[in-house]
Nanobody
Framework: QVQLVESGGGSVQAGGSLRLSCTAS????????MGWYRQAPGKQRELVAT???????NYADSVKDRFTIFRENIKNTVWMQMNSLKPEDTAVYYC???????????WGQGTQVTVSS
């Protein structure tokens, strides 16, 4: 079982920045993909960004050039820097991890991000 602990959410005005972190309870070299998803009220959960074990990244079109995801293996942590935030970025953000072992998937508890106009 892998626990994912998120932090860094909060409230910010449009144009501001936040940095989310997700720390795993295991060495993340055992994790194939780590990423962030978000879910706004009344909407489905959607992918925001992912990073693979070799550093490859993938972003939703809506956040490209504004968000940056990166892994810090020595701290078992994935970060996501969010710049130029928009009200439509308001959502609960969830950390996700997929292990190499049997592709087991885990979720964090979620952290709220609120962007006011």
């Amino acid at each position: 079982q892998v626990q994912l602990v998120e932090s860094g959410g909060g409230s910010v005005q449009a144009g501001g920045s936040l940095r989310l972190s997700c720390t795993a309870s295991i060495n993340i070299v055992a994790i194939k993909i780590m990423g962030w998803y978000r879910q706004a009220p009344g909407k489905q959960r959607e992918l925001v960004a992912t990073v693979t074990s070799n550093g490859g990244t993938n972003y939703a079109d809506s956040v490209k050039d504004r968000f940056t995801i990166f892994r810090e293996n020595i701290k078992n942590t994935v970060w996501m820097q969010m710049n130029s935030l928009k009200p439509e970025d308001t959502a609960v953000y969830y950390c996700n991890a997929v292990q190499f072992l049997a592709n087991k998937q885990y979720w964090g508890q979620g952290t709220q991000v609120t962007v006011s106009s």
